[in-house]
């Protein structure tokens, strides 16, 4: 679908169950990822995964298309790739003759031909787009990015500790004895891949969940307090503040007009 092609749905809140790839040759375009702002100028890319919050806020001049994939025809190594991904950065500047221009009019001369429209091909192209656009995204990394490297290893699994117990684990020592490595060893492996320590992740899971739950609920922040495993809501808030910027009530104003196009 091209990028100049807005409905108004689409410029609300919302999530998808499946990956959403922007490729844009030129303009700007601006849009909210999980209450974080990403300003794509000139030749760029950006993705979206299932089950992330967006909302498009503006566009000026931009040229591209929107390219949408299922979850299932993304294979484990990708999905996994992009789930890390979803840490560091999810958009890259690209550009003007990149290679993943010249998938857009692959795709649509393979939906016209009736002897490539088959569901076996376009997976397999669906499959090599996403592979390009990963390699492009990696490509802006530290050096120290190996998707198979140890490092990679353990910051994969470490995200996944994190997603599966953050309420009830929030030290790094108790995710590195999960993983059997040191803190140490665990803090210079996850900045090595994000440039990040460890820590900044356990508190930017909490912060997500609880800014989610903010803007689809109408828990107050006592009850979310505890719904994050905090003992004290005192405590909590004073934590959200230092890692938004602002409190749990002034994050909730702000996207109040806003809360009632979720779905």
Same mark, same amino acid.
């Given at each position: 679908?091209?990028?100049?092609?807005?409905?108004?749905?689409?410029?609300?809140?919302?999530?998808?169950?499946?990956?959403?790839?922007?490729?844009?040759?030129?303009?700007?375009?601006?849009?909210?990822?999980?209450?974080?702002?990403?300003?794509?100028?000139?030749? *760029? +890319?950006?993705?979206?995964?299932? $089950?992330? &919050?967006?909302?498009? %806020?503006?566009?000026?001049?931009? @040229? #591209?298309?929107?390219?949408?994939?299922?979850?299932?025809?993304?294979?484990?190594?990708?999905?996994?790739?992009?789930?890390?991904?979803?840490?560091?950065?999810?958009?890259?500047?690209?550009?003007?003759?990149?290679?993943?221009?010249?998938?857009?009019?692959?795709?649509?001369?393979?939906?016209?031909?009736?002897?490539?429209?088959?569901?076996?091909?376009?997976? *397999? +192209?669906?499959?090599?787009?996403? $592979?390009? &656009?990963?390699?492009? %995204?990696?490509?802006?990394?530290? @050096? #120290?990015?190996?998707?198979?490297?140890?490092?990679?290893?353990?910051?994969?699994?470490?995200?996944?500790?994190?997603?599966?117990?953050?309420?009830?684990?929030?030290?790094?020592?108790?995710?590195?004895?999960?993983?059997?490595?040191?803190?140490?060893?665990?803090?210079?492996?996850?900045?090595?891949?994000?440039?990040?320590?460890?820590?900044?992740?356990?508190?930017?899971?909490?912060?997500?969940?609880?800014?989610?739950?903010?803007?689809?609920?109408?828990?107050?922040?006592?009850?979310?307090?505890?719904?994050?495993?905090?003992?004290?809501?005192?405590?909590?808030?004073?934590?959200?503040?230092?890692?938004?910027?602002?409190?749990?009530?002034?994050?909730?104003?702000?996207?109040?007009?806003?809360?009632?196009?979720?779905?």
């Amino acid at each position: 679908m091209p990028l100049s092609i807005f409905h108004e749905k689409q410029a609300e809140v919302h999530r998808d169950d499946h990956y959403m790839f922007i490729l844009q040759q030129k303009g700007d375009f601006v849009m909210e990822i999980d209450f974080n702002r990403i300003v794509l100028k000139g030749p *760029s +890319l950006c993705f979206t995964g299932p $089950g992330q &919050i967006h909302q498009y %806020i503006h566009q000026k001049d931009n @040229e #591209g298309c929107f390219f949408f994939v299922e979850a299932e025809l993304v294979p484990e190594a990708y999905r996994e790739a992009l789930d890390l991904h979803q840490w560091l950065r999810q958009s890259s500047a690209v550009t003007e003759n990149d290679i993943i221009f010249d998938l857009p009019p692959l795709f649509e001369k393979a939906e016209k031909d009736p002897v490539l429209h088959i569901p076996s091909i376009m997976r *397999s +192209l669906a499959e090599s787009a996403v $592979g390009i &656009i990963i390699s492009r %995204i990696s490509g802006t990394e530290t @050096e #120290g990015f190996h998707q198979q490297g140890q490092r990679y290893s353990i910051t994969r699994q470490f995200k996944k500790l994190i997603t599966e117990h953050f309420i009830t684990v929030k030290q790094v020592q108790q995710y590195a004895e999960f993983l059997n490595i040191t803190p140490l060893y665990l803090n210079e492996a996850v900045k090595d891949v994000t440039g990040y320590p460890a820590s900044f992740w356990i508190q930017q899971k909490v912060l997500w969940e609880a800014r989610r739950l903010l803007f689809y609920t109408s828990m107050d922040v006592k009850q979310i307090a505890f719904e994050l495993g905090y003992d004290d809501p005192v405590y909590f808030s004073r934590f959200f503040k230092k890692g938004t910027g602002m409190t749990a009530l002034q994050f909730r104003a702000k996207n109040h007009d806003l809360s009632h196009y979720h779905h």
